[in-house]
């Protein structure tokens, strides 16, 4: 098992997600689900963003929908904020429409990459989010844009300071 683990890792290292999705979906079950919770340790606890981005990549390609919970942790960790977009891109392929609600500030709050992969999930999962948590986004959303409004009064008044006195 070591020696498959460290195979594994050699190839998140390469960044060779489709082999190491070929390589887990050819084990048995058991060492199946021994490697995809070492994945899902290494996810949590790699300090290596290209390597947690790629394990991610890779629990999404295999549909592993026990990744789903430290996927929504990492997302919703601000020391993360800068590199969530593959993290949402994984999501794709698992069962997480529950789950979008506690991400949703990402459309107002996240950068460029990761807002546009969470307009993409929420696309894909819409059908999969109940009634109620799509009231609850909405009046997140609301929340979020209200928010942005008041920061686009405040430039605009500093814009309307700085034309007056030039």
Partial sequence: MKELWEQVKALIDENRIDCVVKLCESLNIDMYDNIVNKLIMELKSTLNVQHRNTIAIVLGDLKCNSAIKPLIELIKNPQ?????????????ELDCGNVIKEIIPVLYKGNYE??????VLLEIKIKEIS???????????????????????????????????L
């Fill in 114 to 119: 990761a807002r546009n992969m969470l307009y």
């Fill in 80 to 92: 993360n904020k800068r590199c969530i977009g593959s993290l949402i891109y994984s999501l794709q």
């Fill in 131 to 165: 009634e109620q948590d799509k009231r609850i986004c909405i009046d997140l959303l609301k929340k979020g844009k209200g928010e942005l409004e008041e920061i686009l009064e405040d430039v605009d008044s500093a814009l309307d300071i700085l034309h007056e006195n």
